[in-house]
């Protein structure tokens, strides 16, 4: 997982997103993945992504080349 362009720990996610809502507070997220994510990592991740108070969220989907 990637803050930006940062690498993040699934143990650490929530805290790094709650720093970066504290910064820019209103910001909205938007998450992308590939083809190895499976719903269940989604899931933790939007899931994180609620209990640091992220209030605006996207999902980014790609067409396969």
Same mark, same amino acid.
């Given at each position: *997982?990637?803050? !930006?362009? +940062?690498? $993040?720990?699934?143990? =650490? ?6 720093? !970066?809502? /504290? ?7 938007? $998450?992308? =993945? +590939? !083809?190895?994510?499976?719903?269940? +990592? /989604?899931?933790? $991740?939007?899931? +994180? ?7 605006? *969220?996207?999902?980014? *989907?790609?067409?396969?080349?």
């Amino acid at each position: *997982v990637y803050i !930006e362009s +940062d690498p $993040v720990g699934a143990e =650490g996610l929530q805290a790094s997103l709650q720093a !970066e809502l /504290v910064k820019t507070p209103g910001r909205k997220i938007l $998450v992308k =993945g +590939d !083809e190895r994510l499976t719903i269940g +990592d /989604v899931r933790k $991740v939007m899931h +994180d992504m609620q209990l640091a108070g992220a209030r605006g *969220v996207g999902l980014g *989907v790609e067409e396969k080349q």
